[in-house]
């Protein structure tokens, strides 16, 4: 009886580990699901549906290269709650330009626990103000429970 639990022992604390660290890796998240990013969909309301984040998440946007039937998009991090309420990109942080989001799309690892405030600066600011193309992340600390 004994040697069956010090058999089962090592056994379960490998499965144990292995659980945790399934449960630790991080997400590819492609922002705006198949519509990807583009003006006219609201990113606040899918963020909503498709959180939470987890810190070391990545989240992916993807639209198409400017070109005489694509409207230019791209991806500015603002500063902060203020900017991003009222689509101010003067102290914003340019991450992908129009050309960045084609392909496999552009990449933004959520490194840190903070919030994380997202929009397009395209058309002075409109498709941020009107066309709902701005959404919030704050990444949690991931659990291994």
Aim: hydrophobic share 40%; net charge positive; aromatic share 16%.
């Amino acid at each position: 009886m004994k040697r069956g639990i010090s058999f089962a022992v090592p056994g379960l604390i490998f499965l144990l580990t292995a659980c945790m660290l399934a449960l630790g890796e991080a997400d590819t998240i492609v922002v705006g699901g198949s519509q990807h990013w583009h003006s006219g969909f609201n990113y606040t309301y899918w963020s909503i549906l498709n959180g939470p984040f987890f810190i070391n998440d990545k989240l992916v946007f993807k639209y198409n290269p400017p070109s005489k039937t694509n409207r230019r998009y791209s991806v500015y991090l603002l500063p902060n709650l203020w900017s991003f309420i009222t689509c101010d990109f003067s102290n914003a942080k340019l991450l992908a330009n129009p050309q960045h989001g084609g392909g496999k799309g552009f990449v933004f690892e959520l490194t840190n626990w903070r919030p994380h405030y997202f929009a397009s600066g395209e058309e002075n600011g409109l498709q941020c103000e009107h066309g709902q193309m701005k959404f919030f992340a704050v990444p949690l600390p991931r659990s291994g429970f």
